[in-house]
């Protein structure tokens, strides 16, 4: 027991300073520097030298136990900032995934939903220009590489603000929400209904590949909000907000690949024990053969929601 104590304590530790310790002692670090050096001296590393110096010489530091509750206080203020980030980046995740209800968000929808029809309505236009000119005999359509390249342009452009037409205010929310509609679309169920009675039934591969993607996500909005840090600690030292773009720049990148990654997971495990779990809760026999069926999928619905 002695040695699974042990190394479980060392996995704890290594977690600790990975996740808390080190990105809280990294921001202190520039607090301390920008707040010693500020925007007219933003650059002067003698002062920031001297001001080491004249720290290390206080007749305090050299007192062992002085010292250890330094080390500790800075311990503890690394970890509170980072349990700070956490809690900012739970709020930044819910915030990206939020419905439109108040004006803001309605306001960025409406404005979403314009870019969207705009980009859409280039691409019908391509396509419907790509048919005209590459027509041909017995009603065979060649459309030429520069169309179909041009095409593939204006698809990816369009996607970059929704899958689909706008419902959210963010492109996190209508990316999760194109997911449950293609769900919806497909078999008929609701998948707020459906997830967790599904997520019951999930083998430990899909469940680890789920939770790992659902992990990135949060780790993408907690980078986020230690670019909230950084940009306040800009103004008191401006340079700050060069690690606020950069920490902003890779959140939003990774987090819009780790919930593509998400939504795709989720859709899969849809499409993969669905069936499985309409077999489970008596909708069907395990015997019947082909796909679930969208009637089959109303029931999950109505039988999921407790609708009499």
């Known amino acids: 027991m002695n040695p699974l104590l042990a190394t479980l304590g060392d996995k704890l530790t290594e977690r600790w300073l990975n996740l808390l310790v080190l990105p809280g002692a990294l921001f202190l670090a520039a607090t301390a520097v920008g707040t010693t050096l500020g925007h007219r001296h933003w650059h002067d590393i003698d002062r920031l030298r001297t001001t080491l110096d004249d720290l290390a010489a206080l007749p305090a530091l050299d007192r062992t136990g002085t010292a250890a509750l330094l080390v500790a206080l800075v311990l503890l203020t690394a970890t509170a900032a980072s349990l700070a980030a956490q809690f900012l980046g739970s709020v ?13 968000s309605r306001a960025l929808t409406a404005r979403r939903t314009r870019k969207w029809q705009e980009r859409d309505a280039k691409l019908g236009e391509a396509v419907g220009h790509a048919h005209q000119t590459g027509a041909g005999p017995n009603g065979a359509v060649m459309i030429p590489s520069s169309s179909l390249a041009r095409i593939q342009a204006l698809t ?5 603000v929704a899958l689909r037409e706008p419902a959210r205010p963010t492109w996190y929310g209508d990316r999760m929400q194109a997911t449950a509609d293609r ?10 209904a459906l997830w967790p009675r599904l997520w019951l039934i999930l083998p430990e591969p899909a469940v680890r590949q789920i939770q790992s993607a659902h992990d990135s996500f949060g780790a993408a909005a907690r980078l986020a909000a230690w670019a909230v840090g950084y940009a306040l600690l800009a103004c008191w030292w401006w340079p700050a ?5 950069g920490c902003a720049a890779v959140a939003r990148s990774h987090a819009r690949t780790a919930l593509d990654a998400l939504a795709g997971l989720i859709e899969a495990a849809v499409d993969v024990h669905g069936r499985e779990l309409a077999t489970r809760v008596g909708l069907i026999s395990p015997e ?11 029931g999950m619905s109505a039988v999921f929601r407790k609708a009499e």
Not at 92 to 104: A, K, N, S, T
Not at 156 to 160: F, G, L, P, S, V
Not at 183 to 192: K, R
Not at 288 to 298: E, K, N, Q
Request: hydrophobic share 45%; charged share 30%; aromatic share 10%.
């Open 288 to 298: 019947a053969p082909g796909r679930l069926a969208h009637d089959t999928g109303d």
């Open 156 to 160: 990816e452009a369009r996607d970059r």
């Open 183 to 192: 769900v919806e679309a497909a078999y008929g169920v609701d998948l707020a």
């Open 241 to 245: 907000v060069l690690a606020a773009l």
């Open 92 to 104: 930044i995740e819910r915030y990206w995934l939020r419905f439109g209800r108040d004006p803001l």
